[in-house]
């Protein structure tokens, strides 16, 4: 099973992809758009690793003026996010590319986009530091950044860290947006229900769909994995990570 189809499944009953719940889903796809949604034209909106699509598609449901970009690497997930996309009747507001989302240009030029996703990404652009410079690239004037990440609320095991990486903690976090010349304008942490609700979304719609097909060349393979990310969560990482997603707007200096 290559990485794209298991991302798939196991985000079947979670495709935000981010352990954050739908009301705040969609509390901050309006704070993120607020400025494209006063615009006459209703504004532009990129996500860069935008998956199957889901912030997008959200965001153009709740706002029916506004018209969306979205990049990613994964012709498998992008088929998806086009195949919903025309069931929600809203592909005609939706671009998608498939692309390195760090090599993306806008075809259609101009001063950029009135907001710019990115949640849940930050391995595409070496982490958050590189994903608050890629985002920013890609931003108008006046415009919102939104920005989800993992942070280590406690200091981490060694096993931990060498798992998930080195984030730092949310002051960590704090400091490399403020050094980026950003504001956090609105932000959530991910609550414990939220985090425990993904992990248990993420390994259960995996090892299910792994039961439900006993055939599948794939199914030994799915079942193991959902097991072994199951008692990495639980042993490794449960007690000391988090998640924080941030909407941010450029210093005026910035």
Known sequence: MNRDQLSLIAHTDHPVAAPLDDDTVGSLIDHAVAHAAAREDGGRVLDL????????????????????????????????????????????RLTLVQQDAGAFADPNGGDGFDAVLCVGAAHAFDGLPGTLAATSAHLAPGGRLLVGDGYFEREPTAEAREMLGDSGDLPTVLAQVTAAGLVPVQGHLSTRRELDAYEWSWTGSLAAWALDHPQDPSSAQALELSATHREEWLRVYRDTWGFVTLVLRRLPQA
């Open 49 to 92: 690793g935008c998956g199957s699509g889901e912030w997008l598609l959200r965001a153009l449901i709740r706002h029916p003026r506004l018209r969306a970009v979205g990049v990613d690497l994964s012709a498998r997930a992008l088929a998806e996010a086009r195949e919903r996309a025309e069931r929600l009747g809203v592909a005609d």
